[in-house]
């Protein structure tokens, strides 16, 4: 059963039996949204962008990305980068997959984030999604969407942006609790094209 996530809130990464998870996916999807214009509706590509930072006491010590798809140790891979969205027809248009198993034991968290490369707000963002899959049985964990709930209803980011002219959003994080290991929703806008232009933005939740 699938957790829709709110801002804010935090689950165990647990199978339905109970056992502890060894691979996750983290997929985001989306689409161009469409806009009126003189000459009838029109869309303008938008090209998102997945990435997961590694930290290990809170310092990064590696990043998954477009422009480094493979960690340094090789327990966490991209899957490649979509430029346009909506290919999967509401499923992952990029995926960041996990193999919490072989992890360093020194990396306790992994914070993922969306931006966006072409500079769009999302406002011309629709039906955008970040989801955890449990690799193993492609069984949906929980869901976060990057356009409803209370980011949508006028969330602010540190620079006083509202949610639909931010460019970027610091979407979740998985990590370390005793064992096991949680998921956080932050849903936190932000602005920037890169993973690098964030981790002023990413710095308070971890």
């Not at 960690?71 to 969205?85: E, F, R, W």
């Not at 966006?116 to 869901?143: K, M, Y």
């Not at 994080?173 to 849903?187: D, E, L, P, S």
Request: proline share 2%; glycine share 12%; charged share 20%.
């Amino acid at each position: 059963m699938t957790v829709n996530l709110s801002k804010g809130q935090a689950i165990s990464l647990q199978k339905g039996d109970g056992g502890a998870l060894t691979a996750v996916r983290m997929g985001l999807g989306w689409q161009a949204a469409r806009r009126r214009g003189l000459f009838g509706s029109r869309t303008r590509e938008v090209d998102l962008d997945a990435s997961a930072v590694l930290f290990a006491e809170k310092n990064p010590v590696d990043v998954v990305f477009f422009r480094h798809l493979v960690s340094d140790d090789g327990s966490v891979q991209h899957t490649g980068d979509n430029l346009v969205g909506g290919a999967g027809q509401g499923g992952d248009d990029e995926a960041i997959v996990v193999d919490l198993a072989r992890l360093p034991v020194h990396v306790d968290q992994i914070v993922f984030t969306v931006n966006s490369f072409t500079g769009q707000t999302f406002a011309e963002v629709q039906n955008a999604f970040c989801r955890l899959v449990d690799e193993t049985n492609g069984q949906e964990l929980a869901r976060y969407s990057l356009d409803g709930g209370e980011a949508a209803s006028g969330d602010r980011d540190t620079a006083g942006a509202d949610w639909r002219r931010a460019t970027a959003q610091i979407m979740a994080k998985v990590h370390r609790a005793g064992t096991g290991w949680r998921m956080t929703a932050i849903g936190q806008p932000a602005n920037g094209r890169t993973f690098q232009d964030l981790m002023p933005a990413i710095l308070p939740h971890l």
